[in-house]
């Protein structure tokens, strides 16, 4: 299920649904769902990415999994960084994720949109981080190595088909 969050791009919001069905074809685009109040952190004016995926989580069965979309800022604990800006979240496994556009480039956001939505995705069927620089399960480690991401590598991908998932 893909859940746009606040003034999420509808257009975006389409495009996902389209790059996500090739690869499930039992996916959905939610009507829109206001940011999660509880979720706001004041002191950076971001939004906690484990709160959104919490509200996410409890909303239907443990067979299915949820996308949360937004443009605003995420962060998450990372460490002894207490409120690291992050892309995106996906706990390993899961049940849900959320992903941002905030940290992409403003000129290839549906190109780099789908691959921080699909390594997160990837997290909730329990993959781990990949060290091949070009798969998109790779660690951001704080940047945006996207452009440099082509695809699953061959042992994430044949992890994720034998989950079930279309890959060609």
Known sequence: MIQPLGDFSPELSRAMLQQ?????????????????????YQPRNRYRADSIIHMLRHKSGADTVWIALTH????????????????GLGFRPGNACVASTFRVNKDKVKDQFFKIAIHE???????????VPTC?????????????????????????????????
């Open 20 to 40: 996500i069905r090739q690869i499930n074809t039992a996916t959905y685009l939610c009507k829109p769902l206001p940011m999660p109040a509880g979720a706001y």
């Open 72 to 87: 605003k800022d995420i962060s998450a604990t990372k460490g002894d960084v207490a409120d690291w800006g992050v892309m």
């Open 121 to 131: 995705l990837g997290h909730t069927q329990g993959l781990p981080h990949c060290p």
């Open 136 to 168: 998109y399960m790779r660690d951001a480690e704080g940047g945006n190595p996207t452009d440099e991401e082509t695809g699953f590598c061959s042992s994430c991908k044949d992890f994720l088909i034998r989950k079930g998932w279309q890959l060609k």
